[in-house]
């Protein structure tokens, strides 16, 4: 899998390349810090069990699911189903980044830095607070 994942106290910068950039149908993306609410490492299981529809992208079960996602539960404020951009294959963990707004509400990445990247976005929003 080849995602790029680069960290900085302004935003995180998430860049697909290879075929991965076909898979997903996106090149990546920027994320200021003043988006994100927090940043997990979670089971591959669970982050899958949270999408229903997809709307654009790849989905193999059991091996490839890449694209823009509808969530299966309704945002209880808003009412509305949140999506999600995913580039998850095989790995038993991923990184979770949870966002503000609700398009994308998770931004869920296969890393092998997963548990670090989590850790340092982390220190970045607790410190903007």
Sequence with gaps: MAVAVTVT?????????????LWSLSRGRVIPMGEIVAADVLL????????????????MPGSVIAGHFVCAAKDPIT??????????????EVLRITLAGDRPRYVVLQHPGRHD?????????????
Aim: proline fraction near 2%.
């Design 9 to 21: 106290d302004a935003d995180v910068r998430i860049e697909v390349t290879g075929l991965d950039r």
């Design 117 to 129: 990247l989590a850790w340092w976005i982390g220190e970045r929003i607790t410190a903007q607070r």
């Design 44 to 59: 591959r299981a669970d982050a899958v069990r949270g999408i229903r529809w997809r709307l654009a992208g790849t989905h």
């Design 79 to 92: 009412g509305r189903r949140p999506r999600a951009w995913m580039a998850v294959f095989r790995d038993r």
